[in-house]
């Protein structure tokens, strides 16, 4: 039989806790879901559980600083989530998690030494800089479906990208281009045609062009809803749209008079997307209207 452990949020952990704050019960022993969310905790050390039943660690939004080298006993965890902690660097006892699966991070550069898993599904919150290099044991995970990554790279972006564009099962991609100063930073974008199987796809940097449709993964054509952020492709002067029958509006943002946007493409789409894009458009925005077979 297996037991979830849960804190309230805003508990008021007691400074002097070193230890995962488990509730009082004398199922402990057993538990195999822990999560503790919005809490004081700032340290964590092995408590008086079966470390080896344990499945799934959540310490999201606690003011966690480490995690203790015991952390490496939790033979069976299979998600382990610090975002939004002040976790920055994991203990090396870490990669003996050999049945890890999903792993969220808080920007964290991790080089994965040559005997770690490479089972993941789920790689969220993931810093790379010039300093640690994809094949610094990333481009063994080709299971993974879901992967965010914030970087900082002038040579190298075209490996990372080189490596992703492998990930045939990826059905989510998050990529942030940052320089030095944490502004947005140019974004290459390969063909992704072979990443059949992705569904949600974000991207913040300077894009200097979007690949043609075809370049796209299939899915794309099932797009429903497109959001761009203020300050995204900002230079983005033509933009071509094919066959998203699903797609119900071209973001405000992207049809505004002060954009560089000068040529607007769209390719079988649906006549009330149409009819509501030639209402909003800007005049500087000239719109062509194709319908093949």
């Known amino acids: 039989m297996s037991t979830t ?23 402990t022993r057993s538990l195999s879901c822990f999560s503790v969310s919005s809490n004081e905790m700032k340290h964590a050390e092995s408590s008086s559980f079966d470390p080896s039943l344990l499945r799934y660690l959540g310490l999201r939004w606690t003011y966690l600083e480490t995690l203790p080298e015991s952390v490496g006993e939790l033979y069976n ?9 002040h976790v920055v660097t994991l203990p090396d006892s870490f990669w003996k998690l050999k049945k890890l699966l999903h792993l969220n991070l808080n920007n964290i550069r991790l080089a994965m030494p040559p005997n770690s898993s490479s089972t993941l599904a789920t790689l969220w919150g993931l810093v790379l800089d010039e300093k640690i290099s994809v094949h610094e044991g990333l481009d063994k995970l080709l299971n993974l479906r879901e992967l965010g990554i914030k970087f900082n790279l002038s040579k190298s972006q075209s490996v990372l990208l080189d490596w992703i564009a492998t990930l045939q099962n990826l059905q989510s991609l998050r990529l942030t281009s940052l320089d030095d100063m944490s502004h947005p930073s140019k974004l290459l974008l390969k063909p992704l045609m072979k990443l059949a199987k992705l569904s949600h796809l974000y991207l913040y940097g300077h894009l200097e062009s979007l690949p043609t449709p075809i370049k796209f993964p299939p899915t794309v054509k099932e797009l429903e809803e497109w959001i761009v952020e203020e300050g995204a492709m900002e230079s983005l002067k033509e933009l071509n749209i094919r066959g998203c029958d699903k797609l119900k509006n071209v973001p405000c943002i992207m049809l505004q008079k002060h954009r560089c946007l000068e040529e607007l493409v769209l390719t079988n789409m649906l006549d009330d997307l149409v009819a509501r894009i030639k209402k909003r458009k800007s005049k ?8 093949l077979e």
């Open 5 to 27: 452990g849960s804190l309230p949020t805003n508990t008021m952990a007691d400074s002097k806790k070193t230890h995962f704050p488990l509730p009082p019960s004398s199922s």
């Open 284 to 291: 500087d925005t000239s719109l062509t209207i194709n319908y």
């Open 77 to 85: 965890l299979e998600t382990l989530d610090v975002k939004q902690t």
